[in-house]
């Protein structure tokens, strides 16, 4: 923890660097690129994922100018970043359509302002404007073009003022403004007949400065790293399992774990048919069921490999009863999940926040999942698998299926043994320290597995397994 007197010269010195005039929106050939993330020495901060692939989208460095913050959780619990003329906010949580949103900083920031420019209109001043009665204002003439070509409604949202003059403390002069619900207008004559004759108003710059929250967040950052990173393949998955990998993975793919804090699988949202699931194979109590979900025991594996290779702390892994073949073969690395009774966790114990960025390659039927923030310079390493008491599978298990056609047969699983097996993680710290990770799992033996539909007898032999 900073000592409180650091803490609040550190404050009075962004206040005073952040109070500095903008300069026209230039480009910034000095950002650093890095994969997820691009790197901003001017002020620097880190711009990645969601709020990257949007902040590209609209415009960049012109429309939204520099950040001023990385993205980080707010004393409201939300997901914020600061930028000079706005600001991110992103939902987790949310369903992946409407996580992602830029705050109102023009309504926010005018709210109970009564100049006449505000008042609300009935219809359009001017017949060569056009009138919003969403909103009860008109938009024309220059500042009109700019709204229609640099990201309208979606970006800046309706207009909620009419043009009026303003003096602008921070330049040092007086422009024509318009405000609208997440941006201020603002015309430069000086600059008639080029990209920046309208430009945007510090609107984010003015926001961040009543918050004592965010100027702490404003000081420097490193450039954000790759930690760590895994990929599996599920080129032999039914159709049903892909979509839910590819429906978690779009879930967890953004989430910001702040540094201390602990993640958990079970808390990422609502695995049901509401959220996009459907029924898929998955283990449940020693046996092959088919459950809302199934296949998401290889996303927890996935994100699991992947923030073990990135060095951190596992706090709850659970393996699975079975030797399982879609992850890559390697012993005693896996995770399963069965919500909310079985969950990963991990906790962030590296210096700052870590990200998770998660996708899925449709065409290479692979999922990635990458951990990104501050390195401290860990290594890990990792030996084994070391296995012991192999025990052999048994009798087939055969288990009926109605959904299936008459006649028809498929093995799901092709028979295993059973194995105790130990898997070693060494962490070695930039000081030379070390601390060294012991993942055992028990593998109970696993029999070849048929699903079969009417019309089909089973073998002799065979273990009948009761149908769900």
């Known amino acids: 923890m900073h000592r409180l007197a650091l803490l609040t010269v550190a404050l009075i010195l962004l206040v005073v660097t952040l109070a500095s005039p903008a300069a026209p929106a230039v480009a910034a050939p000095a950002a650093q690129a890095g994969g997820a993330f691009v790197f901003y020495p001017q002020t620097g901060h880190n711009v990645g994922m969601q709020v990257k692939q949007l902040f590209d989208a609209n415009g960049g460095l012109d429309i939204f100018g520099l950040p001023l913050t990385d993205l980080y959780v707010n004393a409201d619990g939300l997901q914020v970043q600061y930028f000079e003329r706005a600001r991110f906010e992103l939902r987790p949580a949310a369903p992946v359509g409407s996580r992602l949103s830029l705050t109102r900083l023009g ?64 330049a040092g002069q007086v422009f024509l403004v318009q405000y609208f619900e997440r941006a201020r207008f603002e015309y430069h004559p000086e600059n008639a007949g080029t ?26 950052a490193r450039p954000v790293e790759l930690l760590g990173q895994a990929s599996t393949g599920f080129s032999t998955s039914a159709v049903e399992r892909v979509t839910n990998i590819s429906r978690a993975t779009e879930m967890i793919d953004g989430y910001l774990v702040p540094q201390g804090a602990e993640f958990s699988f079970a808390s990422v949202g609502d695995f049901s048919e509401a959220s996009g699931f459907v029924d898929g194979y ?59 009774s079985v969950d990963f966790r991990w906790q962030n114990d590296s210096p700052g926040p870590a990200y998770i960025v998660g996708t899925v390659d449709r065409g290479s039927s692979r999922m990635t999942f990458q951990i990104w923030g501050s390195s401290d310079g860990r290594q890990v390493s990792y030996d084994g698998p070391y296995t012991k008491n192999w025990t052999q599978p048994g009798a087939p298990a055969w288990q009926y299926d109605r959904t299936l056609p008459k006649g028809a047969v498929r093995q799901l699983v092709h028979g295993r043994s059973g194995v105790d097996v130990n898997y070693y993680r060494t962490i070695t710290f930039a000081d030379g320290t070390t601390r060294r990770n012991t993942y055992f799992t028990r593998y109970t033996p696993w029999e070849d597995f048929y699903i079969y539909g009417p019309g089909v007898t089973p073998p002799d032999g065979a273990k009948i397994i009761p149908p769900r």
């Open 107 to 170: 309504a926010v920031l005018t709210e109970g302002r009564g100049e006449p420019a505000f008042s609300w209109l009935s219809a359009s001043p001017d017949p060569a404007r056009t009138f919003f009665p969403q909103s009860g204002h008109s938009l024309g003439g220059a500042f009109g073009w700019f709204w229609q070509t640099r990201g309208g409604l979606g970006v800046f949202g309706y207009p909620i003022s009419e043009e009026f003059e303003e003096w602008d403390e921070a």
């Open 195 to 220: 990209p920046y004759e309208v430009q945007l108003g510090s609107l984010g710059r003015q926001l961040l400065e009543r918050d004592p929250n965010a100027l702490a967040a404003a000081a420097p």
């Open 282 to 340: 998955a283990i449940v109590s020693g046996r092959l069921e088919k459950v809302i979900g199934g296949g998401l025991c290889q996303v927890s594996t996935t994100l699991f490999r992947a923030v073990s290779n990135a060095g951190l702390q596992i706090t709850r892994r659970v393996g699975h009863s079975h030797v399982v073949y879609f992850y890559e073969n390697i012993l005693g690395f896996d995770a399963t999940v069965f919500t909310p």
